[in-house]
């Protein structure tokens, strides 16, 4: 299973809906929020090692060196059959957009704390899930404010027994 075009449209406006609101959170610039280096792909445009079968999303960091420009950039892979599954399996309970909300502002959390050195991509697996239950909370704490019912339900189903944002490399 695949997003299809009208899906795509909707996590991408998810995306930008969760850029805005961690930028608010951190008290980013949107220059500053620019800086950290990410992208978003579907199963589709995934490379094997990316697509994982305990998550929704998860992180992959790359190193790019092209001469004079060194940096790196973070993957948020999107695990599409997993959240269509998921979306399907709640029968109108949980729907697409709110999850995916949920979803994209969990991963741009964790972008952010590594690229700002809050938290360490490469830790060991214990300060991984000390990390993970973090920035479920950061998550939730960004989401509040503007939860209404279908988002309280995203948040609520997804509070501490799941792990949507898997970073267990």
Known sequence: MHFNSSQISLINRAFTHAERLAETYFRLSHKEMKAYRYEVKTLEHLEDHEIVDRAFAHLCKYHCQNGKDDFQFFRICLQDDRILNAVERANSFIKLVPLMTYIATHELV???????????????????????????????????????????????????????GDIFN
């Open 110 to 164: 964790h972008v952010i704390r590594f690229n700002s050195g809050e938290s360490d991509f490469d830790a060991p697996l214990e300060e991984k899930i000390k990390e993970e239950e973090k920035v479920h909370n950061i998550t939730r704490n960004i989401l509040k404010p503007i939860a209404e019912t279908d988002l309280k339900l995203v948040i609520d189903c997804f509070r501490d027994q799941y792990n949507i």
